[in-house]
């Protein structure tokens, strides 16, 4: 039976402005060359994600040949593809996600670059389960665990990760489990919702916009889209003065994301029982690099990796954050959030 031919979208205008119509950026391997001018501006291209502070990790991991590693966050999968280049053919990369969706796409995309099975593993489980997956594979020389949200479940307005685009808002990292940012907020009650953007995100108009969220769920408008959430936000906002009230919208709208998505993927619960397994999956000498991008990650980071540094589990942690580069920061404008930290276990 012969195919269907598929149109490609049609979109106004000289250049695609939205998600789907981007076709070329979603087939970086037939259009290299728009990808690239993408980049170059200083933008990631739809369905992509630019690995962050790929330099420095591979710096401070020291991979040789015939190591064994573990990409806790497999995402896009630029991270496990400079580790997996590093091994040369010899070794292993056990690769996590909990994304059902973005892990096949990556996982298909490293099988085609020439990772055979025998030299890359991936499991879709949540990376606080790490000494589920040790117990399989064994412990490991390397481990990287990257916080941020993938820029392809931010990109596509589907997921309900972004303000900027109007779509139901869900938040989840898999969609297939949980209950929705939308029904979570529809079972707060307002001091929880205020005591949630405080704790995640430091909103410091937490109560306002608490406030204002429940003042539409009593006018029998619930938030249930990104643009309801996003306007509950700025509506609550709308006291500022006019020369300051914007920028102060778009970064409590960031906040406020950001502390409901926490709240929905349980991150600070997954990222505690990581760092409290971490020791027991690593080898002697074995070494694990950090990234987060917000002050309450990197609290629970630095935290533990001190206290078991007293403890003489660690041999040597970082003193002070790493941070990307101008340059980096300039290709890359979403790495400006990072922060590294990384730890050796002892001998």
């Known amino acids: 039976m012969e195919q269907e031919h598929k149109r490609r979208p049609h979109y106004s205008g000289t250049h695609p402005k939205r998600f789907e119509e981007k076709y070329k950026e979603h087939q970086p391997e037939k259009y290299g060359e728009t990808v690239q001018k993408v980049m170059k501006k200083g933008s990631t291209p739809a369905g992509m994600h630019i690995s962050i502070m790929v330099n420095e990790i591979l710096d401070f991991l020291q991979i040789k040949p015939g190591q064994r590693g573990l990409d806790a966050t497999l995402g896009y999968g630029g991270h496990t593809r400079a580790m ?12 996590l996600d909990v994304d059902p969706v973005e892990s096949a796409k990556t996982l298909e995309r490293l099988r085609a670059a020439g990772y055979g099975e025998e030299l890359l593993t991936v499991q879709l489980i949540n990376f606080a389960n790490i000494d589920q997956v040790a117990e399989k594979a064994g412990k490991f020389d390397f481990v990287l665990a990257d916080l941020g949200v993938s820029s392809m479940q931010i990109d596509d307005p589907s997921r309900g990760f972004s303000y900027k685009v109007n779509a139901p808002l869900d938040l989840r990292m898999n969609p297939l489990q949980g209950i929705s940012a939308a029904e979570r907020l529809a079972e707060l009650t307002q001091e929880e919702l205020i005591g949630l953007l405080v704790e995640n995100s430091d909103e410091p108009y937490a109560e306002k916009i608490a406030r204002q969220v429940f003042k539409r769920r009593a006018a029998g408008k619930p938030v249930l889209t990104t643009f309801d959430y996003r306007d509950a936000i700025r509506d609550a906002l709308a006291f500022l003065p006019a020369k300051e009230r914007e920028e102060e919208q778009k970064k ?9 998505r926490i709240d929905v993927n349980s991150e600070f619960e997954v990222l505690y029982a990581f760092l409290e397994k971490l020791p027991k999956v690593l080898n002697p000498g074995g070494r694990a690099a950090i990234l987060t991008f917000h002050s309450g990650e990197d609290r629970l980071v630095k935290k533990s990796f001190q206290e078991l540094a007293r403890a003489g589990i660690y041999s040597e942690v970082s003193k002070d954050v790493i941070r990307p580069g101008q340059e980096e920061i300039f290709r890359n404008p979403r790495a400006k959030s990072t922060k590294m930290r990384y730890c050796v276990k002892s001998e």
């Open 252 to 260: 409590a709208c960031q906040r406020c994301f950001q502390a409901l």
């Open 84 to 95: 997996l280049d590093m091994l040369q053919g010899s070794g292993h990369v056990t690769a």
